[in-house]
């Protein structure tokens, strides 16, 4: 068994003395794992570092084993984060995240294109609301899309303001303000009425950490990949959407 991908790095693991079980996220084949023999060496260490795409070449006796990948690196999207360490982080993320949401490999081309789009972006200035946009659309393309349009409740919707954690509806603010509580707050850039910022994606991945939780993690019995954590960590406590001034 034999064939050839171009992949994205997810993880690299120690196995035995020098060799190493690598995940990819490739384009025709999905997730998909393979040992590198020799890929705890030095070149190869700086070749398999998460996010670097890849020319892979995946050779098993059968189609059901674990198989050996040789992989040439094509792109070292980690050499270029290295030196920013929020960057870092959300490309640690995305791969911790996409590994442990994707079915191991079932094939997703529009999640290997949009984690291509996602490398691009974390070098821009909006790097941090596009992470929240590559998670929206992972749970639309794993068919738990978020419907952020319109009111669920039948409010405005150039008001929109919260979603509703069990239909993943958008609610307007004045729908929404009796049950703010309950509700999850909308950021801006996400309801098409600008903004951004450090606040409003703090808000962003609050959202989607609760949905990928919910429909994705809590599923198989497990929790949001801790590189995960740490990013949102990174980001300010969310607001109180129309929460007034404190004292």
């Known amino acids: 068994m034999e064939w050839q991908d171009q992949g994205i790095v997810l993880s690299a693991r120690p196995h035995g003395e020098a060799a190493a079980v690598v995940q990819l996220l490739t384009r025709a084949h999905g997730r998909h794992a393979g040992l590198v023999r020799g890929g705890q ?3 190869a260490r700086g070749v398999l570092q998460p996010g670097n795409r890849v020319a892979a070449t995946w050779r098993a006796r059968l189609a059901d084993h674990l198989g ?7 792109a070292s999207h980690a050499a270029r984060l290295m030196d920013d360490a929020d960057r870092l982080a959300a490309l640690t993320a995305a791969a911790a995240v996409s590994e442990r949401a994707l079915s191991e490999r079932e094939p997703h081309p ?54 509703s954690p069990r239909t993943g509806r958008a609610v307007s603010l004045a729908a929404g303000e009796p049950y703010r509580d309950r509700l999850l707050a909308l950021p801006g850039f996400l309801a098409r009425r600008g903004g951004g910022g450090p606040e409003e994606v703090g808000q962003g991945l609050k959202l989607t950490g609760f949905f990928l ?20 960590e990174r980001f300010p406590e969310p607001l109180v959407v129309g929460a007034g001034p404190v004292g």
């Open 110 to 163: 529009a999640c290997y294109e949009g984690f291509l789009a996602l490398l691009v972006a974390l070098e821009g200035g909006h790097w941090a609301e596009a992470y929240v946009g590559w998670e929206l659309a992972l749970l639309a393309e794993l068919g738990f899309g978020l419907d952020l349009g319109s009111c669920a409740a039948g409010g405005a919707n150039d008001q929109l303001a919260y979603v």
């Open 213 to 232: 939780e919910r429909f994705v993690f809590a599923p198989q019995d497990r929790s949001l990949p801790q590189p995960r954590r740490r990013l949102a």
């Open 41 to 43: 060496g030095r070149r």
């Open 68 to 74: 050996s990948y040789t992989c040439e690196l094509e």
